[in-house]
């Protein structure tokens, strides 16, 4: 089993809709969430972090950490197609700074 | 501008022949990482280091050596390249003030033929 689970997609979501990201992890130990935006040919970009759990919102992006299912999610709100890029979950937890990643997800956003 | 750089952003090279990618950070980042990404299985660690002369193994460090001589430079070497080797790598760092939030260079698509 992967440290960190995510369904790779696509994704396919008219323009303006709601978006729900989703990825599950194994080690309780993790402490730190994070959503990386990678469009194609380029490398990742930190979009959202979020320590331990809670809620944290950036403009039309929420993301979401709930530490007693091990569910991590990011809410993408009136999604454009600027946001079609593939989306990764990472997490860590100790003094090394390992970033173990999700396989990310896909992301189609139609005119 | 505050960046990762790595060059080459493409390289093909033969089996058996040495290679060196270079990755250069000019953030004062103390964290430097190096990943391969494969299509299904994301992301994953080869090595990383916490400062300079200070380096570790990842989750894939088989068949790879780094070095961290300078704090702005992480360089990573194929001894003798195989074809399974073929991926897209990205060097990134970070800070203890951005706790996990690594910045990532560009990548660098090699394929071993």
């Known amino acids: 089993q992967k440290e960190v689970e995510q369904d790779p997609g696509p994704l396919s979501v008219p323009e303006g809709a709601i978006v729900s990201l989703n990825c599950t992890y194994s080690?309780?130990?993790?402490?730190?969430f994070m959503w990386y935006r990678q469009y194609s040919r380029k490398g990742p970009e930190l979009l959202m972090y979020?320590?331990?759990?809670g809620n944290k919102e950036d403009g039309r992006f929420t993301a979401q950490v709930d530490k007693s299912s091990k569910y991590i999610s990011l809410f993408i709100r009136d999604s454009q197609p600027s946001d079609s890029a593939t989306y990764l979950c990472?997490?860590?937890?100790?003094?090394?700074?390992?970033?173990?990643f999700g396989s990310g997800t896909r992301l189609l956003v139609r005119p | 501008e505050a960046q990762v750089t790595q060059n080459p952003r493409y390289l093909i090279t033969v089996t058996g022949k040495k290679l060196t990618v270079t990755c250069s950070q000019n953030?004062?980042?103390?964290?430097m990482s190096w990943y391969r990404q494969d299509p299904g299985l994301g992301l994953r660690q080869i090595y990383y280091?916490?400062?300079?002369?200070?380096?570790d193994k990842g989750d894939v460090p088989e068949g790879y050596k780094v070095s961290r001589k300078e704090k702005r430079n992480f360089p990573l070497i194929l001894e003798s390249p195989s074809p399974n080797q073929t991926s897209l790598y990205f060097c990134?760092?970070?800070?203890?003030?951005?706790?996990?939030?690594?910045?990532f260079g560009s990548g660098t698509r090699l394929t071993v033929v």
């Open positions: 990134a760092s970070t800070t203890k003030k951005a706790n996990y939030g690594y910045t």
């Open positions: 080690n309780s130990a993790f402490q730190y």
């Open positions: 979020t320590y331990s759990s």
């Open positions: 990472a997490a860590g937890g100790d003094s090394s700074y390992k970033l173990i």
């Open positions: 953030m004062n980042h103390e964290y």
């Open positions: 280091s916490m400062n300079v002369e200070v380096t």
